[in-house]
């Protein structure tokens, strides 16, 4: 069965700090993957993808996350967050069911 | 109105009630989900919608029913829900089945 791995449930930081979300899944096929942040009082939305090619990924806000498809891995980076990053980081997975991961609330102080 | 929409945000129901849940996608896509989002729980995807077939029924209870009348419309009908089933209710869309999910707001349950 697929799963989804993410280890940190909760991460405070301060403005300018670097930020690591880690995020694993098991899968024995191919997969696409996902990251998702939802704003307090918004919808989830999309922060990044991976279906293929070049495993760094960019996606909006300054994110970037890496796979590493021998550790099974989609981790989540930024190098200088801002308050306004606060938010909820849901990792997710596609190879034959979308699988979210539990979800990483993420608090930034200015 | 663009995006996903869902109605109602918000619904009081009684064990014994039966009411239905209402998304529509403006997005053009091919398919179309539930997921039940409850607290300290991951996201459970519910049901799984491709050009209106049913292609995932995740073990869900029979007391959630879903339709799927068009590729922009999603039900989800409730009927002799239970206290545990109070959660927030998503529907999304995407291209393809396997393509990144466009959410909805939600329809916050409170089943009584």
Known sequence: AQSVSQHNHHVILSEAASLELGCNYSYGGTVNLFWYVQYPGQHLQLLLKYFSGDPLVKGIKGFEAEFIKSKFSFNLRKPSVQWSDTAEYFCAVNGNIPTFGRGTSLIVHP | ?112
Do not use: I
């Open chain 2, 1 to 112: 109105e663009t995006g996903v929409t869902q109605t109602p945000r918000h619904l009081v129901m009684g064990m014994t009630n039966k009411k239905s849940l209402k998304c529509e996608q403006h997005l053009g896509h091919n398919a179309m989900y539930w997921y039940k989002q409850s607290a300290k729980k991951p996201l459970e995807l519910m049901f799984v919608y491709s050009l209106e077939e049913r292609v995932e029924n995740n073990s869900v209870p029979s007391r959630f029913s879903p339709e799927c009348p068009n590729s922009s419309h999603l039900f989800l009908h409730l009927h002799t829900l239970q206290p545990e089933d109070s959660a927030l209710y998503l529907c999304a869309s995407s291209q393809e089945p396997d393509y990144e999910q466009y959410f909805g707001p939600g329809t916050r349950l409170t089943v009584t």
